[in-house]
């Protein structure tokens, strides 16, 4: 038996040696929680869930039997569907507003700024027209986000600054495209924006998605991915979704690809919860895909002892020791 770690002991790591000081930094990391039990992974989900919670990232929760985990835009989409997209433009012209000298009021119906104006005793439209610049120089500027995306984050800034019918129409567009639920180009070509969201420009989208949280304020995105349904040999026919052989490679290449560009993800914290089958099956596990295998496999570990900030690490509700 290899040596393994209780999951509140493994927990307690992430959230004092990663989610407390090197994630909330800008670091990023990809782990591997392997329940040698499945009574346990409730736990493990529970507990990324709260200490995310509880240190001010954006949870995200991805279940590989909804998700096409083998495709990367699929992945970016189930992430943006869960991003709150309405607050994090409202933090980011908080943050210009307040850089621009302007006090900040929370408030309730009506146009953004003309109740910004209001609280600052200023014109309306020299207020909105201020606010716009920055957000031109701030946010349609900003070199960390990809063309298309902070073209959209630019409108959907002005949207929710500017408010009316033509407002929610573009913040219901934008969102939409973000989220996968309308893929046509041609919703989103008024905004000058001409790029799909697919396996091949997806990556790029969500490394600046990372970007954009964390310059709305947060610290970050916590992803939690249940990747059992991957596991799985035969097709249960059930809602699920099912996994050939060559769709698992496929996730497993995504997984790679994630981790080989970690520097890239700003404020990204990412677990895989598979299940033992992970470590074990020749056909479908880890060990089919050698070029993930040797990115998370620990080639020298104690025989008693886990470390708890390895790549991956195997989880069980009473320490075992070989």
């Not at 290899?2 to 040696?17: F, K, N, V």
């Not at 990367?72 to 309405?86: L, M």
């Not at 520097?263 to 677990?271: A, E, N, S, V, Y």
Request: proline share 3%; charged share 25%.
């Amino acid at each position: 038996m290899i040596a393994s770690i209780q999951p509140g002991d493994w927990l307690r790591y992430i959230g004092e040696e990663y989610l407390t000081t090197f994630i909330g930094d800008g670091g990023s990391a990809i782990k591997f929680a392997v329940p040698m039990d499945d009574g346990l992974r409730s736990d493990l989900f529970d507990g990324l869930a709260a200490i995310g919670d509880q240190a001010g990232y954006l949870v995200v929760k991805i279940n590989a039997a909804e998700t096409k985990v083998n495709m990367v835009d699929e992945i970016f989409f189930r992430t943006a569907e869960q991003i709150p997209w309405h607050i994090l433009s409202r933090k980011v012209i908080a943050k210009l507003a307040a850089e621009s000298g302007y006090s900040w009021v929370d408030c309730g119906d009506g146009p953004l700024y003309r109740h910004l104006a209001d609280e600052n005793q200023v014109d309306p439209q020299m207020l909105l027209l201020d606010l716009k610049k920055s957000i031109g120089n701030k946010v349609f500027k900003h070199r960390n986000l990809s063309k298309d995306f902070r073209v959209a984050m630019t409108h959907l800034c002005i949207a929710e600054l500017s408010g009316g019918q033509d407002g929610t129409t573009t913040i219901k567009v934008l969102t939409e495209w973000l989220t996968g639920r309308n893929k046509a180009m041609s919703a989103v070509k008024p905004f000058q924006i001409f790029r799909k969201i697919n396996r091949a420009t997806a990556r790029y989208f969500f490394e600046s998605l990372l970007h954009w949280v964390r310059l709305a304020g947060y610290p970050g995105v916590v992803i939690v991915m249940d990747a059992q349904r991957v596991m799985l040999a035969r097709n249960p026919h059930d809602l699920g979704l099912f996994y050939s052989k060559a769709a698992v490679l496929d996730t497993y290449e995504v997984l790679r690809q994630f981790i080989d560009a970690a520097d890239q993800l700003d404020g990204c914290f990412i677990t895989v919860v598979p299940d033992i089958a992970f470590l074990e099956d020749l056909g479908r596990g880890i060990r089919r895909y050698e070029a993930l295998m040797f990115r998370v496999f620990d080639e020298i570990r104690d025989k008693h002892l886990v470390n708890p900030m390895a790549s991956l690490v195997r989880i069980s509700a009473t320490v075992q020791k070989t």
